[in-house]
């Protein structure tokens, strides 16, 4: 069965700490996705980053890096100098391929205090 | 700009008054997902739609009902609501050439009294 687990529930930091988000992962398959989203006060769930089972580079979008092991199953996320923008709920999940559900962790709230 | 749409954002409705919440899409996706998110929890499927074919999840209570006339629209309706389905409902969006994304419309907030 997938499972996603992310650790922290709570996290707070002050502006431009760095902080990490871990996320842990179990699933049978040899395929499989790998997501991380941003759920701000509004609610909406916003798209951040995807890698699939094949693809162990890690990447870096601006302030944003993620870190992906397929050897410790963890798929962590890193904020380089935190905003009070940052502040959120973030939720890292898996899916095992088109049209199959994605599988939440429970989620890690970020506050960022200026 | 290509989106997912919710409507209404917010709904108050009576214990046991139907309601029905709808998402449309302008991405042109051809799977439609509904999600439960009830508060401080991570959001749970309900159901989705791969082109017209509808798959519900085995958890998913028969008080929950979908439609997906078209391509663009989905509707979630909840026959007899309770209490406990006050939650944000969220629609999401996916395609093969999407490389499995789902893509998340901003939710509506249903309060039941």
């Known amino acids: 069965a997938q499972k996603v687990t992310q650790a922290q529930t709570e996290i707070s930091v002050v502006e431009k700490e760095d902080v990490t988000l871990d996320c842990v992962y179990e699933?049978?398959?040899?395929?499989?996705?790998l997501f991380w989203y941003k759920q701000p006060p509004s609610g909406e769930l916003v798209f951040l980053i995807r890698r699939n089972s094949f693809d162990e580079q890690n990447e870096i979008s601006g302030r944003y890096s993620w870190n992906f092991q397929k050897s410790t199953s963890s798929f962590n996320f890193t904020i380089t100098a935190s905003q009070v923008v940052d502040s959120a709920v973030y939720f890292c999940a898996l899916s095992e391929g088109y049209g199959n559900k994605l599988v939440f962790g429970a989620g890690t709230i970020l506050r960022v205090k200026s | 700009d290509a989106m997912v749409i919710q409507n209404p954002r917010y709904q108050v409705t009576q214990f046991g008054k139907p309601v029905t919440l709808s998402c449309s899409q302008t991405?042109?996706?051809?799977?439609m997902y509904w999600y439960q998110q009830k508060s401080s929890q991570a959001p749970k499927l309900l159901f989705h739609y791969y082109d017209k074919d509808f798959n519900n999840e085995a958890d998913t209570p028969d008080n929950f009902q979908s439609r997906r006339p078209n391509t663009s629209f989905c509707f979630l309706d909840i026959r007899s609501p309770g209490l406990g389905d006050t939650a944000m409902y969220l629609c999401?969006?996916?395609?093969?050439?999407?490389?499995?994304?789902?893509?998340f419309g901003p939710g509506t907030r249903l309060l039941v009294l």
């Open positions: 999401a969006t996916s395609t093969r050439d999407s490389q499995e994304t789902q893509y």
């Open positions: 699933t049978r398959d040899t395929t499989y996705y």
């Open positions: 991405l042109n996706h051809n799977v």
